[in-house]
């Protein structure tokens, strides 16, 4: 479902990554380790069509990376969920508009928003919240409403950059344990982390990188 085929990419300013192969099959969940600066957002920024490699190619799905249309650029994305580190909110919207943002751009009617935003707030158990902003929420539940939003129009792969990196050891484990129940469900999910110890009691198959260049491959 996901091939990292020969993929080099570099910046202006010199970073980047070079050579980087693997592949990631529909299901999976998958770390991506490294300090920062190795180039772990970058490549998360490849799978969601955001940057393109310089050689090489990306595929996520029936896209790739050399061939595909700017046209084709929101079919591909409504089959990928990103989630951010600083969540990526709407201050100005209420956590059940947040959620329902993806849905609104794609077109869904408004029985199905309803449905679906309800059904996924449920998941993350942010239903009591559904009329909170943003700015009345902690850090915890802002990831979940990110995480929502992601996962609220059911896609092949969740990108988790960095997902727990704001928050306490006790919520990120939290928010560690709700990634692996979206997995649970099918949804590939590949997250990239430089908290080793967050990781190591929810083993899974690990990439490691490196100043942008693959350092192998850990089996759980």
């Known amino acids: ?17 070079k050579n980087i192969n693997f592949q990631v099959q529909r299901g999976e969940f ?30 996520v799905d029936q896209f790739n990376s050399n ?23 709407l201050n100005d919207r209420d956590v059940f508009q947040n959620v329902a943002l993806p ?4 077109g869904a009617s408004r029985r199905d928003i309803d449905r679906r935003v309800t059904k996924t707030l449920e998941e993350v ?35 988790a950059d960095e997902p727990t990196g704001n928050l306490d050891y006790g919520v990120a484990q939290e928010i560690l344990n709700l990634l692996w129940r979206v997995n649970a469900k099918g ?8 908290n080793i110890e967050l990781i190591k009691n929810r083993p899974a198959r690990t990439f490691r990188l490196s100043h942008g260049e693959f350092k192998g491959e850990l089996l759980p």
């Open 187 to 194: 949804t590939a999910v590949f997250m990239a982390t430089h």
């Open 1 to 17: 479902m996901i091939s990292f085929k020969d993929v080099s990419l570099r910046y202006d300013r010199g970073a980047g990554v």
């Open 67 to 89: 061939t595909i249309k700017r046209r084709q650029i929101p079919k591909l994305r409504q089959k990928v969920g990103m989630i951010f580190q600083d969540y990526k909110l």
């Open 103 to 106: 849905l609104v751009v794609m």
């Open 125 to 159: 158990g942010l239903t009591h919240r559904k009329h909170y902003f943003p700015g009345e929420l902690s850090g915890g539940e802002q990831q979940r409403v990110s995480i929502a939003r992601a996962i609220a129009k059911d896609p092949l792969v969740l990108l």
């Open 30 to 59: 998958v770390y991506l380790i490294g300090p920062s600066g190795a180039g772990k957002s970058t490549l998360l920024r490849m799978l969601y069509m955001d940057i393109f490699p310089n050689t090489g190619y990306v595929e």
